[in-house]
């Protein structure tokens, strides 16, 4: 495991000095991190969670609710030899990371399949990690895709990689997510969902479909959740998931009319729901609309994934649905936030999560829900950079259901530049966050203040 490196240069330091002597500390005292974050509330240092080389993008992120200073965070990783996809363990809520794995490849008949990207990441009640990403075979003429998931008992060793959505003929899965049953009280405790849109390569058809497991990856259960969408017609992708404690699937996505490659006018945000552990779906409604675009200044694309998270406290606000997303206001990228408190029949107005005065560009949110109900998001954000091309990590939180939201938090006083990218107008095509318990919110990020290349990063905020 790699130390790295955090604003409290001196306890490195002195931890490295005892090492080297060979006297190991009488007990495992609090981490770098955790000792520049006090008291509370105070924002935890960022550290480096990838190897500070090659690229890395995209940083879902889970807490093990066995224990929760285990974190797991996935990436698209360009260090890894085998793959496009790794995945990376901390066992001090963030301050050391260590790579856990890449995912190895796949072989199914004759085919060879490899991880390329859209990694996932979920831990159940026991404390098994889950893990899932794209996996292509490439031919000189066709592409074919599916989506694969990796467990482990204790997030280094790990099992074969298993198909857990794939469809014959010449069709790929495309806007992956992975969602654990992880509530006791749920009758399905214990299910893994893999989410997805089919996108045939034939005709561009594309399809809405969900996969699920009820013996720990083992074998899966494959089924359409909505209508094939024809072109111009489209689901475009991006879908997430959550499931509440009762046992209830949520899944989101974006519905749209595909005009100069791109949505036009506007992108439909979907939902989904599943009662009976995800053999049937509801028919799909439309919770809100919202419009994309590249971002500012750059070529830098950047997907509008609308990510859900629900409340499974027991608090007052218990079963609530929130979603995150941003929104083209013709001016600048906003971060804007949908609740329900009906289980998903009807949605509130989009309450904005950055102040008025933030009228510089805001993407890649995401959202999670602490075990007592708190709301945690997170996004990247350019209000301080005069020129509106940088940008900083930053987060909010609610605690009142998702009515409103504290002041932000500035996760990072580094700026990153969205274009240290692949170099081909790509930047990665998600964040995300987790909780420790109700003490931390735990985001993570792309993040070029460290290397040449944009890497992981993970940092937050500690509430008490």
């Not at 301050?95 to 859209?118: H, I, K, N, R």
């Not at 990689?161 to 749920?186: C, E, I």
Request: some cysteine; overall charge negative.
């Amino acid at each position: 495991m790699k130390k790295l490196t955090t604003c409290m240069a001196l306890a490195v330091s002195l931890l490295a000095a005892v090492h080297a002597r060979g006297q190991a500390p009488s007990a495992p005292g609090p981490s770098p991190a955790e000792l520049t974050c006090a008291p509370a509330p105070c924002v935890l240092p960022p550290t480096l969670a990838s190897e500070g080389t090659s690229l890395v993008t995209d940083t879902p992120i889970a807490s093990n609710p066995l224990d929760q200073k285990t974190l797991l965070l996935g990436g698209d990783d360009w260090n890894c030899t085998t793959a496009d996809v790794g995945f990376h363990l901390s066992t001090d809520r963030g301050s050391e990371w260590e790579l856990a794995e890449c995912m190895p490849g796949l072989q199914l008949g004759q085919f060879y399949y490899t991880a390329v990207d859209e990694p996932s990441v979920g831990y159940d009640l026991k404390g098994n990690a889950y893990v899932s990403a794209i996996y292509f075979y490439v031919t000189e003429e066709e592409d074919y895709g599916l989506v694969a998931v990796q467990k482990s008992s204790n997030g280094t060793t790990w099992g074969k990689p298993r198909a857990a959505l794939l469809q014959s003929g010449v069709t790929t899965f495309y806007s992956t997510h992975l969602a654990v049953d992880a509530s006791a009280s749920s009758p399905w405790a214990g299910a893994v969902y893999v989410s997805g849109v089919l996108v045939s390569d034939q005709n561009y058809d594309n399809q809405v479909w969900m996969s699920h497991s009820n013996d720990g990856g083992k074998t899966w259960k494959q089924v359409a959740v909505d209508t094939v969408q024809k072109y111009p017609k489209a689901e475009e992708a991006l879908t997430r998931m959550a499931v509440g404690k009762d046992g209830t699937v949520y899944v989101t996505w974006q519905r749209c009319l595909i005009k100069n490659d791109a949505c036009h006018p506007a992108s439909l945000v979907m939902l989904s729901k599943s009662v009976d552990g995800g053999s049937t779906w509801s028919t799909p409604i439309k919770i809100a609309t919202v419009h994309d675009r590249s971002l500012p200044h750059t070529f830098e694309g950047v997907d509008n994934y609308p990510s859900i998270a629900v409340d499974n406290s027991d608090g007052p606000y218990a079963g609530n649905l929130y979603v995150v997303m941003y929104n083209w206001t013709g001016t600048y990228l906003k971060v804007i936030m949908i609740r329900s408190t009906d289980g998903g029949t009807t949605w509130s107005k989009p309450l904005p999560l950055a102040p008025k005065t933030d009228t510089h560009d805001q993407w890649f949110p995401a959202i999670s829900a602490s075990p007592g109900g708190l709301v945690g998001v997170s996004w990247l954000d350019r209000r301080n950079d005069p020129n509106d091309i940088d940008y900083q990590a930053f987060a909010a939180i609610s605690y009142d259901g998702g009515k409103s939201f504290a002041p932000n938090w500035q996760l990072t006083q580094a700026f990153s530049d969205p274009e240290k990218g692949s170099g081909n107008n790509w930047m990665g095509d998600y964040t995300g966050n987790t909780w420790s318990g109700d003490d931390e919110f735990i985001a993570a990020w792309m993040d070029s203040s460290f290397s040449a290349y944009l890497q992981e990063a993970v940092g937050g905020v500690r509430l008490k």
